[in-house]
C-alpha cells in the first residue's frame, strides 16, 4: 500500500478536520483516509449518501485510532 497526498479541501473545510488525511493507492483507484490518535484502530465507515465529516467529533473522542476511508466510489472528496 503506497501513501499519496490529500485530495485539496477548502481552507474552511480543512480547519475543521484535525486529523492525519492521505489517500492510498489501491492499484486501479485510490481511497481518501482520515486517521488520528494513538491505540487499537477503530475503523469508523459510513454509509451513502454520508461521508467521514460524519465521524470528526467521534473521532476526537476516542481513545483509540479513528480510521475513516472514504468509500472509493464516491471520489477524491472526504
Do not use: I
Not at 503506497?2 to 489501491?26: G, I, K, M, T
Not at 485510490?30 to 484502530?41: A, I, L, N
Not at 460524519?54 to 476516542?62: D, I
Not at 476511508?69 to 472528496?77: E, I, L, Y
Request: aromatic share 8%.
Amino acid at each position: 500500500m503506497r501513501r499519496l497526498p490529500p485530495p485539496p479541501l477548502p481552507d474552511w473545510l480543512a480547519a475543521l478536520l484535525p486529523f492525519e488525511r492521505y489517500r492510498v493507492d489501491l492499484s486501479d483507484q485510490s481511497m481518501h483516509v482520515m486517521e488520528s490518535g494513538h491505540g487499537v484502530p477503530v475503523l469508523c465507515l459510513h454509509g451513502n449518501p454520508t461521508w467521514g465529516f460524519l465521524y470528526r467529533k467521534v473521532a476526537l473522542a476516542l481513545t483509540g485510532t479513528p480510521v475513516a476511508p472514504r468509500n472509493s466510489d464516491k471520489g477524491d472528496a472526504m
